[in-house]
């Protein structure tokens, strides 16, 4: 439970410094950092949450039957409606 908590306060922090640096560049328009922001937090989340799968399968012992269950469930998420 306590790494859940640790995982979701780093990508809150990672979200948090990403929109304040996309707000610094943007400039006059904060529209535009706020885009920006977006586009470099996703995929910067994506591989933290690679790495932490990753950690999960090879140190941890989680089955691979998760991974794929993980995969699954992330196609049916992301599937457009």
Same mark, same amino acid.
């Given at each position: 439970?306590?790494?859940?908590?640790?995982?979701?306060?780093?990508? %809150?922090?990672? %979200?948090? @410094?990403? @929109?304040?640096?996309?707000?610094?560049?943007? /400039?006059?328009?904060?529209?535009?950092?706020?885009?920006?922001?977006?586009?470099?937090?996703?995929?910067?989340?994506?591989?933290?949450?690679?790495? #932490?799968?990753?950690?999960?399968?090879?140190?941890? /012992?989680?089955? +691979?039957?998760?991974?794929?269950?993980?995969? +699954?469930?992330? #196609? +049916?998420? %992301?599937?457009?409606?």
């Amino acid at each position: 439970m306590t790494h859940t908590i640790k995982v979701i306060a780093g990508g %809150l922090v990672l %979200l948090a @410094l990403c @929109l304040l640096i996309g707000r610094w560049v943007g /400039g006059a328009t904060p529209a535009i950092g706020l885009v920006r922001a977006v586009k470099v937090f996703v995929p910067l989340w994506f591989i933290a949450a690679g790495i #932490n799968m990753w950690v999960g399968v090879s140190k941890a /012992g989680y089955s +691979v039957e998760f991974i794929d269950y993980t995969q +699954v469930d992330a #196609n +049916v998420e %992301l599937a457009p409606r």
